[in-house]
């Protein structure tokens, strides 16, 4: 199993950006997809993006599509989020996810490890 440790989340003026990175412990990271979810209070968590295994395949959910880039480093255990053009919308508590399957997934319930959160506020 993995335990996935967020990390980079801070408050940034709109327009501004940020790195988000996830560090995971365990031995098989390689075989996890990951993801990030945000979620805001009184929503439901909220699919951002997650890419593959070996790092060749990512999706990303409408609302970051071309402000954000996932990459990971299966070397150092490592996935990270960039986040640029940053809207006040953004604001969410950001989190880091690991998935068993082959294919990647936008269901927050196919996800079986999850880290702390990270708080992303983004100001107007």
């Known amino acids: 199993q993995v335990q996935p440790v967020e990390s980079g989340g801070g408050l940034v003026q709109a327009g501004g950006s940020l790195r988000l990175s996830c560090a995971a412990s365990g031995r098989t990271f390689s075989n996890y997809v990951m993801g990030w979810f945000r979620q805001v209070p009184g929503k439901e968590r909220e699919f951002v993006v997650a890419?593959?295994?070996?790092?060749?395949?990512?999706y990303y959910a409408d609302s970051v599509k071309g402000r954000s880039t996932i990459s990971r480093d299966n070397a150092k255990n490592t996935v990270y989020l960039q986040m640029n053009s940053l809207k006040p919308e953004d604001t969410a508590v950001y989190y880091c996810a690991a998935d068993r399957g082959v294919l990647i997934s936008t269901a927050a319930y196919d996800y079986e490890y999850w880290g702390q959160g990270t708080q992303v506020t983004v100001s107007s």
């Open positions: 890419i593959s295994r070996s790092g060749e395949k990512s």
